[in-house]
């Protein structure tokens, strides 16, 4: 299984941007997707996940409102659009796949590279 991030990049305090993820290899055993993000000198965080049909997505509440978690399964790609960007939010953002759409870490088997956002304020 590989999973490759792309979209970070530089934007300005209350701009967008959308992160993708394109899954490949034996992807049906971990049907959920999930984005975590690790900000300078802080552990990884839990931002949002979704289930193999799209029914069921959760988010962390300093992202709710804010970010939408999305796929298209025959792209076998997961998308996360961010909205009103926050230099709070700035971080490198990985995805992740696992079982479940959970929030834990030690949910999730396999791990992206990382595309690091930066929020200018």
């Known amino acids: 299984v590989q999973l490759q991030a792309s979209g970070g990049g530089l934007v300005q305090a209350g701009g967008c941007l959308r992160l993708?993820?394109?899954?490949?290899?034996?992807?049906?055993?971990?049907?959920?997707m999930g984005w975590f993000r690790q900000a300078p000198g802080k552990e990884r965080e839990f931002v949002a996940a979704?289930?193999?049909?799209?029914?069921?997505?959760h988010y962390a509440d300093s992202v709710k409102g804010r970010f939408t978690i999305s796929r298209d399964n025959a792209k076998n790609t997961v998308y996360l659009q961010m909205n009103s960007l926050e230099s709070e939010d700035t971080a490198v953002y990985y995805c992740?796949?696992?079982?479940?759409?959970?929030?834990?870490?030690?949910?999730?088997?396999?791990w992206g590279q990382g595309t690091l956002v930066t929020v200018s304020s």
């Open positions: 992740a796949l696992a079982r479940d759409p959970r929030p834990r870490t030690r949910d999730y088997d396999y």
């Open positions: 993708s993820c394109a899954a490949s290899g034996r992807t049906f055993t971990m049907p959920a």
């Open positions: 979704i289930n193999w049909s799209g029914s069921s997505t």
